[in-house]
């Protein structure tokens, strides 16, 4: 619908692989599969963790041109993405506090609809304000 | 509620053929939001924005159910006529 201009790119990072790839699955399915979102989950050699190589490559691979919002599951996974923002000090990328599905979800469907980054990442960390019941 | 003048208010309703699940709930957000008007959905008591896919999933919409769409501003009649289309067309049974 809106190929001509490129939408904020969404990396989630999380401990597990699956987990990531899971919540990638769902937001790339309520948000109608047009925002590149890129599973950054597990360590190096697939055990559970984080990996800064994976998020490194997560956010040049998301980038399209309108930034992107990353989006880590637990605290420790905010160090390692810390860390390889210090060495990336050009990008547009914004990390997000933010619970990890819902955030997903919402970060997702708000990129998908030409949202610029900080409308984005504000999707996102208000998802924890979102009632379930 | 008070309106002014140049911000036209559109109502409409539509009974959903099927239940406001997390593929139409995030289409509907993703079309409310293309526009500069204030969207909400209200199912029963609730009222959701209509650009917060969270807001929306959190109605729990059931198939059957009566919702009603207000659009407030400029491009508002474009907007809730948009926005009852994907509800008709998202929640048609086998979604």
Redesign the interface.
């Known amino acids: 619908m809106s190929a001509a201009v490129p939408t904020v790119g969404i990396v989630l990072v999380s401990h597990s692989a699956e987990l990531a790839v899971g919540a990638a699955d769902l937001a790339a399915q309520v948000s109608g599969g047009t925002v590149t979102i890129i599973a950054a989950g597990g360590t190096d050699d697939g055990t559970l963790g984080t990996s800064a190589a994976k998020v490194m490559r997560g956010l040049t691979d998301a980038d399209t041109g309108a930034g992107v919002v990353v989006l880590p599951d637990l605290g420790s996974a905010v160090l390692t993405v810390r860390a390889v923002l210090e060495d990336r000090p050009g990008d547009r990328v914004i990390l997000a506090d933010a619970p990890f599905v819902e955030g997903a979800v919402a970060a997702t469907v708000t990129a998908a609809a030409g949202a610029d980054i900080k409308a984005v990442a504000a999707a996102a960390e208000e998802a924890r304000h979102a009632r379930k019941l | 509620m008070p309106e002014s003048s140049e911000q036209p208010t559109v109502e409409r309703a539509i009974t959903l053929a099927g239940d406001l699940h997390?593929?139409p709930?995030?289409?509907l957000?993703?079309?409310a939001?293309?526009f500069a008007s204030a969207v909400s959905v209200t199912v029963g008591g609730a009222t959701a924005d209509a650009?917060?896919?969270?807001?929306v999933?959190?109605l729990?919409a059931t198939s059957g159910q009566h919702i009603r769409i207000a659009a407030v501003g400029p491009d508002a009649e474009e907007a809730a006529a948009t926005v009852i289309v994907i509800l008709g067309e998202a929640t048609k049974v086998g979604e």
């Open positions: 997390a593929r709930a995030g289409a957000a993703v079309a939001s293309r650009k917060s896919v969270l807001g999933m959190g729990g």
